[in-house]
């Protein structure tokens, strides 16, 4: 079944002619590839664009690798434009895949200028030239859009498939939509796999053999069971505030590691810059800034979180935590961890104490103040999850998900209760 991700696709229509490098960023095999080649693609064909003006270029296919040359592959893109350089001329579309393969690594360690960006550089100043390029890591792409590009880079984040993209092709209900998503998250060849067998599989040697050698051979990164036991810490830990010392402090406790806190930092980057994993930050609500360390550390798909574990911790609170905060960042928003002080007294004393709110996500002038909760089985676990939104006494949006169908319902504080399936199937579940 095909699977339209059109979100991502309306991105990129909405920047067609923009005079900017339309950079497509995100893990591997999360979907950029179809993205390109086949949705977009089609895309411009129905609009009427013939094939000799799509000139399309996977650098990640070795039959094209003499075009990993910046300079070669800029002489083959411009002997297939043909009819005009000019804005006189029809416009060619040029879509390139997986350009890190055209960045070296003394390019990547900046001992080098990388010269694939004044390749394409120089193709923006051809007037009926339109550039799409996608990448798997963000420290040569979209770290650099604003630098290397000077300005004419625009970048479009596109992640595993989210729960209601996976719904289109699940043939079930939403509920046991759900447990196969938990489990084996939203990597688009899973759903053409028929047996768990081979979903695990899959999954097991997408990250073993792909993700982690590639950030290995890319980073220069010469003790890998180091970053294989940091990986299965932070997939241990998804939900759970941690920082690099404390990692430190686990690795020497259980794996009786020397690992520092400063290579624990380093492989930490890595990860993140190859959209393994995601990073939210601790926000004070009340005092309106950023505490700092520690932090959350969520997975970009929760399924190759679960193979990297043996699908051994699959723990259902902390899977529907990540998949909230997966949708949120698909969603656009900026995604913080929330602390509300609160004061009480006990034993006649004045006491102080933070509550956490899930997730502070922004955009633009909105905002929302999210608790995952699976279930509010009675009055005491509903106090104990609204604490800290009642806390909180400005005019944004509050609300908790939970993972049972519900109508949803507000309380007389204002907060809204929400089944987490209504808030991950409609896009604008937020504005109910």
Not at 91 to 120: C, N, T
Not at 138 to 146: A, C, P
Not at 293 to 318: C, I, M, T, W
Request: glycine share 8%.
């Amino acid at each position: 079944m095909l699977i339209q991700r059109d979100k991502y696709l309306n991105d990129l229509v909405s920047r067609i002619g923009n005079g900017m490098i339309k950079v497509v960023t995100g893990t591997r095999r999360c979907g950029k590839t179809f993205l390109l080649f086949d949705l977009f693609a089609d895309h411009l064909r129905c609009q009427g664009v013939d094939d000799e003006h799509i000139i399309e270029l996977a650098l990640d296919d070795e039959l094209n690798a003499q075009y990993r040359d910046p300079l070669k592959m800029a002489e083959y893109l411009r002997s297939r434009i043909t009819d005009g350089r000019q804005s006189d001329g029809r416009q060619y579309y040029i879509l390139l895949d997986e350009v890190q393969y055209a960045i070296s690594r003394a390019e990547l360690k900046g001992k080098e200028p990388p010269r694939l960006y004044g390749v394409l550089n120089g193709l923006l100043r051809m007037r009926n030239v339109d550039v799409y390029v996608t990448g798997s890591n963000s420290k040569m792409l979209s770290t650099d859009v604003m630098t290397e590009f000077r300005g004419r880079g625009d970048e479009v984040r596109v992640r595993p498939l989210s729960f209601a993209e996976f719904m289109q092709a699940y043939d079930g209900d939403v509920q046991h939509g759900w447990a196969e998503y938990a489990v084996f998250g939203g990597m688009p060849l899973v759903l053409s796999m028929r047996t768990d067998e081979q979903k695990t599989r899959y999954l097991e040697n997408l990250f073993a053999e792909t993700y982690l050698k590639d950030i290995v051979a890319r980073n220069g990164i010469r003790r890998s069971q180091e970053l294989d036991d940091l990986v299965d810490v932070l997939a241990s830990c998804i939900g759970a505030l941690t920082n690099p010392a404390k990692i430190e402090a686990t690795f020497r406790s259980k794996l009786h590691s020397t690992i520092s806190v400063n290579t624990i930092t380093s492989y930490i980057a890595c990860l993140e810059e190859a959209f393994v994993i995601d990073e939210a930050r601790r926000y004070d609500v009340k005092g309106r800034k950023y505490i700092g360390s520690p932090k959350k550390y969520y997975f970009e798909d929760v399924g190759l979180r679960n193979a990297r574990l043996g699908f051994r911790q699959v723990e259902q609170a902390h899977i529907m935590e990540n998949i909230i905060y997966n949708e949120l960042r698909m969603r656009g928003y900026s995604v913080d961890v929330g602390v509300v002080e609160h004061r009480g007294s006990e034993g006649g004393k004045d006491v102080r104490n933070n509550l956490e709110v899930d997730f502070v996500a922004n955009l633009g002038s909105s905002r929302y103040y999210i608790q995952s909760a699976l279930q509010l089985s009675d009055e005491r676990k509903v106090a104990q999850e609204k604490a800290s939104l009642r806390g909180i006494d400005d005019s944004f949006a509050k609300i908790v998900l939970v993972r049972d169908v519900v109508k949803p319902t507000r309380d007389e504080k204002g907060i809204l209760t929400m089944s987490v399936y209504d808030f991950l199937l409609n896009a604008n579940s937020l504005n109910v």
